[in-house]
């Protein structure tokens, strides 16, 4: 049985499903390893230009897996310490990979987001979710830190400081309404809507130019480590001049407008 499930619903889209539903998607080594090797080369796959991540079953991804996480790869004559370091390593790598994907993800959160599970959702680029889905930073909860997988980076500067510091301080549940709410995800979707959401919203990405989409990602992303407004305007400028003058796009848009069609962008002059 496959553990990471990865279909193509629609053109130019590439759905992956965490598969272990009778634990929740929990974050197992034989589930993260393969999916950390899917997302790699799902991004190496240029037939791809949207990607939609969902959990299958009840939950979305309900973190660490306390029951049965198995062993990570590679470790045989290390010591309990190096060990655990290779472990962590493996979780991080996992996340980063979602953040250098080429292709902007899309999370489509089903259920419960814990934990671990809570950080993949926010290492995505948009969230969708279900009136199901909660979040939770578990960890200190089980008398750890709540800090994990990046996620005392990525929450704050999806939801702000304070809120985040509450959150992550009291290990409360977050609802999907209240995610909602503070803008943690971009909107509630029925659960039988969720995926069909997620998919018109990549075929909408997908179908504009592969630079601009791609950069649009980068410099988003980039804009959370700025030191400067004037730092990021300058980066900002060079990619929209980049793809201005290396492409006719723009002169396409502006004649596909004109005679009331849909832009083709060859990405390419």
Known sequence: MSF????????????????????????????????????EAISNDNSVRAVVLT????????????????SPPHIDGLTRP???????EILDDVVLAIRRMHQPM????????????????????????????????????????????????????AIGSSRAFEIMLSGRDITAEEAERIGLV?????????????????????????PGVELTKRTLWSSLDASSMAQHMNQEGLGQLMIRLMTDNFEEATLARREKRDPVFRDMR
Do not use: H, W
Not at 82 to 88: D, E, G, V
Not at 194 to 199: A, G, K, P, R
């Open 106 to 157: 899309i999370a489509a959160v089903n259920g419960a987001a814990i934990g671990g599970g809570f950080c993949l959702s926010l290492a995505a680029d948009i969230r969708l979710a279900s009136p199901d889905a909660y979040f939770r930073a578990a960890g200190i909860n089980n008398g750890l830190t709540a800090s994990e997988l990046g996620l005392s980076y990525l929450l704050p500067r």
């Open 55 to 70: 959990g299958a079953g009840r939950g979305f991804c309900s973190g660490a897996d306390q029951a049965s996480a198995g």
């Open 4 to 39: 990471v499930l990865v279909e193509r619903p629609r053109e130019n889209v590439a759905l992956v499903t965490l598969n272990r539903p009778e634990r929740m998607n929990a974050m197992a080594f034989d589930v993260m390893v393969p999916l950390k090797e899917s997302l």
């Open 186 to 210: 971009s909107r509630l979707v029925p659960g039988t809507d969720l995926l069909d959401e997620s998919f018109a919203l990549a075929e909408r990405i997908a179908a504009f130019s592969r």
């Open 82 to 88: 190096s060990i655990a370091l290779r472990a962590m």
